[in-house]
């Protein structure tokens, strides 16, 4: 071998050496990237039905929230009915008490005007009694009915 081909066929088997590690390299790097392209395609699928379960999920959630918000909004309602209808009763028992009072207050007063036409009675009764007239019919009505003795 002349120096001429040392000088240039030996550099570039080296050359064409290198060159075919760097393929196989490159090539054993794409077949790994490829492999782990077909494994993140493969997940892709299972990602996308995650995705899927998760918004059919989130869907639900919506819809229940909607519906007990409607239920709330319900609530609120009869809520709000109720309270208005308690301020009616409440006024109404008011009403009813300060009726019993004044009726209890002139219950009483009749009672007590009762009670003064009683004891008024019953002394013009006692004072009549001593009368000799009144003794003697008062005790001709207590033999003619004995439902009246006593009085």
Do not use: I
Not at 17 to 36: C, E, F, I, T
Request: hydrophobic residues 45%; glycine residues 8%.
């Amino acid at each position: 071998m002349s120096l001429l081909s040392k000088l240039t066929v030996t550099p570039l088997l080296y050359a064409c050496g290198a060159l075919a590690l760097l393929s196989v390299g490159l090539s054993v790097a794409l077949h790994v990237r490829g492999a782990d392209l077909a494994a993140a395609q493969a997940r892709t699928g299972e990602v996308a039905a995650e995705r899927d379960a998760a918004v059919t999920e989130r869907d639900a959630w919506k819809g229940e929230a909607e519906r007990r918000g409607e239920a709330n909004e319900a609530y609120a309602d009869v809520v709000g009915t109720l309270h208005g209808e308690l301020k009616l009763a409440q006024g109404e028992r008011r009403r009813l008490e300060a009726a019993g009072r004044a009726a209890v207050a002139a219950a009483q007063a009749e009672a007590r005007d009762a009670e003064r036409t009683l004891q008024r009675l019953a002394a013009q009764f006692q004072a009549q009694s001593r009368v000799p007239d009144c003794a003697a019919a008062t005790a001709r009505v207590a033999q003619a009915c004995p439902a009246f003795e006593g009085y």
